[in-house]
């Protein structure tokens, strides 16, 4: 089945520092793409998503670029802040059965950002 | 608008006991799904409802789970009885065709079953 694979983490860097959070994945057709942030004693919420080969999600400063010759969707951003630090969980949209969609997730990846 | 709800926010129980947590979806969303979370598992999808219909109830863990949506903007997941190895955040989320599909997910309860 479809399957999403993340950097595992925890992953610490200092305040501007650069981030990559990797994530691949496995899937038969042509799934949409997602990140989600979770803050502490909060639920997940969308940070961004892409839809199709190339295109590229964008918010709050971060990126990730869908990437289907390599199955990749990384998640970037170039200059980090304390209030960045959450975990961040890569998925991808299964198949629409009888009108839902399902999202696959990644294992999480825990961000802490230091000051 | 109010988002996703959840109640109660924490639970803590003893073994044998029987646990509902509830869920309200956001109004107009008519899909929903039932996470778990754990440190050792992540997080898991039990179950998911399109228009009030069971639509994939393969990864609820055993009988002891049992989920139902009554009406279209409600939700009960039930553990009868509970065992320790339940104890995780349960968290509800909902979505819908003309938000793209997009998640929004609950604050989540957390059920410590000792």
């Known amino acids: 089945g479809d399957s999403v694979t993340q950097m595992e983490g925890p992953v610490t860097l200092s305040e501007e520092a650069f981030l990559t959070i990797n994530c691949t994945y496995t899937?038969?057709?042509?799934?949409?793409l997602f990140w989600y942030v979770q803050y502490p004693g909060e639920g997940l919420q969308l940070l961004l998503k892409a839809t199709k080969a190339d295109d590229k999600g964008s918010n709050k400063g971060f990126e990730a670029t869908y990437r289907k010759e390599t199955t990749s969707f990384h998640l970037e951003k170039g200059s980090v802040q304390v209030s960045d630090s959450a975990v961040y969980f890569c998925a991808l949209r299964d198949t629409i059965i009888q009108g839902a969609q399902k999202l696959v997730f990644g294992q999480g990846t825990r961000l802490t950002i230091n000051p | 608008d109010a988002g996703v709800i959840q109640s109660p926010r924490h639970e803590v129980t003893e073994m044998g006991q029987e646990v509902t947590l509830r869920c309200k979806l956001i109004s107009g969303h008519n899909s929903l799904f039932w996470y778990r979370q754990t440190m050792m598992r992540g997080l898991e999808l039990l179950i998911y409802?399109?228009?009030?219909?069971?639509?994939?109830d393969s990864g609820m863990p055993e009988d002891r789970f049992s989920a139902k949506m009554p009406n279209a903007s409600f939700s009960t997941l039930k553990i009868q009885p509970s065992e320790p190895r339940d104890s995780a955040v349960y968290f509800c989320a909902s979505s819908t065709r003309q938000g793209a599909w997009e998640l929004f997910f609950g604050e989540g309860s957390r059920l410590t079953v000792l």
């Open positions: 899937a038969t057709g042509y799934p949409s």
């Open positions: 409802f399109n228009n009030n219909v069971p639509i994939d």
